[in-house]
């Protein structure tokens, strides 16, 4: 007759046709481990709190099993007539023919089978009672009345831990069926001579002080029955039996219809055997039962288990995005689902229980969730910044590779095609509901970019300076000889017009107004204003730095001596027309000698220092002073000096010496005309 569902091979659930039936308590008081299983087994599992469970009390053999069997359908064992012995042992369960109904027998006592285990009675009430809506009480009509009866002993147990269950009203219905009912006396009869029993024995019980003026209504609905003699009269039994059906089908709106939704201990299905289970351990180890703990312990343990399952959907969706390697192609369309199914989960299930308890856990289930979406998405950042980045570099080399290329074009428009696809790409990986953004990450790739841009603008400027600095100094190159081949007291003037002239043509197409009015340069490669002045600094610096190199290419001594030579030589051997002079006995050589030699003298000053017309040296601006004065080449305050004061007078006398051997020749060869 045993047939195993579960697990357990040997788990003790029955069936014989119908509803397989389970022993949730056995006789030696353990709470079966098969509950949630039997539970799926009979499809109640899924239930949600839309199912039904009653009990049924009563003396022992008093057919409880048999009507349970003929109401509900259900397979309990019922006593053998030959051996007349105790067939229910602990607490069964099965469910009803009828719509999600769960039905617990309950063992009766009669002193008989468990004698002094009383024990059993009172911890099978409490509970029945912490589980059920309805208790049915199972009594003979003989035994109404009988105040002292088991049946009243039974009762008043059943009242007592009623109070100490529920510190507040919750109500339960009692639902007494009178057994063997001969028909003499009406129900009604027997339903007062009960009440009057019961209320009886409520009185006599010792109450909390704040239910001291309690009723027995305010904790249980009263219903009355009879049923007749199943074995004289087993039609009408069977007819009454049905009837008495219809008060467990909403459908059959029978006015006693027993399932008001009060009754309900708001316990979800799949909490059940937790609830159940705990509430038993609590009743053995006689500690004080508070249905409201209980049922946040159940909320707890149950929202963490699906939390759990929720969690576990969660990882198993985004498994595949972990490991990928870089960037992941439509990362919101995956983690996003994955994220709401996951919640979605959660929500459908935990619901059902204690709200504060659902929603605690579901803080912590959506935490960890986005704590996870956070990592991934800002891993799909870096991946898309590197690659935006790499992108911004690769465009703007080809962009900049083209022969006639706008530098600040180029890096434009590479950078606001960079950051339009990387946000497109990071949009695309946002979840709704989520705190994820990439505000932040778009400034951070704007400053990226704008650092490299930086760097390319200091080239491309170091270029552009370079390319004018070589401009300036090829054209001082071919200006500067002639002004020192025809020296003067302007000469420094005239090389100063020039270089100043040179740099400004150079400059020229940099040139831009501003809105004040003033001239400035501008390579129009972007940037700060003190980035561009800046470049136009470096190019001035080195313009200035050609034009000191140029200084210091005329004033090597030797240069210098031989201009000197060559212009004392010019004036002395030619004449004002540029004839050379033959020189006669006639001839003043001696006058034209002095004349030369003094108006040559007169340049040594001009050819020993860069000194102006009005005895100025030679000086760079001011304003570029503070730029040259931070290279090295170049000692701002001896800028125009090329000469020592020793070396210019080693020049004098050198100069001197050749003019005097000049002299001499000139004169040599005046006595040698003679002679011929
Ligand atoms: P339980 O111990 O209360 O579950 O009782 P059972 O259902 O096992 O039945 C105990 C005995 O009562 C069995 O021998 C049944 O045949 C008998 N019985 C069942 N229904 C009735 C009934 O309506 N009237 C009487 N007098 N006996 C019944
Ligand atoms: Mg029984």
Not at 93 to 110: F, H
Not at 146 to 158: D, E
């Amino acid at each position: 007759m045993s047939e195993s569902i579960g697990v357990v091979q040997d788990a003790p659930i029955t069936s014989v046709v119908g509803y397989p039936r389970l022993q949730i308590i056995d006789e030696d008081k353990q709470f079966s481990e098969d509950v949630n299983s039997y539970l799926d087994k009979i499809g109640l599992l899924d239930s949600g709190m839309n199912y039904h469970l009653i009990s049924v009390f009563g003396s022992q053999s008093t057919g409880k099993s048999t009507l349970l069997n003929a109401l509900f359908g259900t397979k309990f064992d019922v006593m053998d007539e030959t051996a007349r012995r105790q067939t229910t042992k602990g607490i069964w369960m099965s469910r009803a023919k009828q719509d999600r109904i769960l039905i617990m027998d309950v063992e009766g006592t009669d002193g008989r089978e468990r004698g002094e285990d009383q024990d059993f009675e009172r911890k099978a009430a409490l509970f029945a009672l912490s589980t059920s809506e309805v208790l049915i009480v199972n009594i003979w009509e003989h035994q109404v009345g009988l105040y002292q009866g088991a049946n009243m002993g039974l009762l008043k147990t059943v009242f007592e831990v009623n109070l100490s269950l529920f510190s507040k009203p919750n109500k339960s219905l009692l639902l007494f069926v009178i057994r063997d009912h001969i028909g003499v006396t009406p129900l009604e009869n027997l339903a007062a001579t009960l009440s009057a029993d019961l209320e009886r024995i409520w009185d006599s019980l010792i109450k909390p002080p704040a239910l001291a003026d309690s009723k027995i209504t305010d904790f249980f609905t009263l219903q009355f029955t009879t049923l007749p003699h199943k074995i004289l009269q087993p039609e009408q039994f069977f007819t009454a039996v049905d009837q008495l059906g219809n008060r467990f089908i909403a459908d059959a709106k029978d006015t006693n219809y027993v399932f008001d939704p009060k009754f309900h201990r708001n316990v979800p299905a799949d909490g059940w055997s937790i609830y159940a289970k705990s509430i038993w351990e609590q009743i053995e180890l006689n500690k004080d039962l508070d249905l409201p703990t209980q049922q946040v312990l159940v909320a707890r343990f149950r929202c963490e288990e699906i939390a759990g399952q929720a969690w576990e959907a969660f990882e198993a969706a985004i498994k595949p995005v972990e490991g990928m390697a870089g960037v992941v192609a439509g990362l919101g369309a995956i983690i996003g689902p994955a994220r709401s199914k996951a919640l979605e989960v959660y929500e459908s299930q935990a619901s059902r229980y204690t709200t504060s308890v659902y929603e605690e856990k579901k803080k912590e289930l959506v935490s960890k969730i986005d704590l996870r979406l956070v990592q991934l998405y800002a891993a799909q950042i870096i991946n898309l910044k590197k690659i935006a980045v790499q992108k911004f570099s690769a465009d703007v080399t080809a962009e900049l590779a083209k022969p006639k290329y706008k530098f600040l074009e180029a890096v434009g428009t590479a950078k606001r095609e960079t950051m339009t696809i990387f946000e497109a790409a990071a949009a695309e990986a946002l979840v709704e509901g989520t705190s994820l953004s990439y505000e932040k990450d778009l400034a951070a790739l704007s400053a990226d970019l704008e650092a490299n841009i930086s760097r390319l603008r200091e080239g491309e400027s170091k270029r552009l300076a370079n390319r004018i600095t070589r401009v300036v100094a090829s054209e001082l190159d071919e200006s500067l000889p002639s002004i020192f081949r025809s020296p003067g007291e302007d000469m420094w003037d005239r090389v100063m017009l020039d270089f100043r002239e040179t740099v400004a043509t150079a400059l020229a197409k940099y040139e831009v107004t501003n809105e004040e009015g003033e001239t400035k340069y501008d390579f129009g490669l972007g940037g700060l204003p003190e980035e561009v002045s800046a470049e136009i600094d470096q190019v001035l610096m080195d313009a200035w730095k050609v034009l000191h190199r140029k200084i210091r290419e005329f004033g090597k001594a030797e240069a210098v001596l031989l201009r000197l030579r060559e212009i004392f030589e010019t004036k002395f051997k030619y004449d004002e027309k540029g004839v050379p002079r033959v020189w006669k006995p006639s001839d003043n050589i001696e006058e034209v000698y002095t004349t030369a030699l003094n108006e040559t003298m007169e340049l040594i000053p001009v050819m020993t220092s860069a000194k102006l017309a009005n005895g100025d040296p030679v000086a760079p601006d001011a304003a570029i002073i503070p730029v040259l004065e931070r290279d090295e080449e170049i000692d701002v305050e001896k800028f125009s000096v090329f000469m020592s004061r020793t070396q210019t007078e080693e020049l004098r006398q050198s100069f001197k010496r050749i003019a005097v051997s000049m002299y001499v020749d000139a004169k040599r060869s005046t006595i040698q005309s003679i002679r011929q």
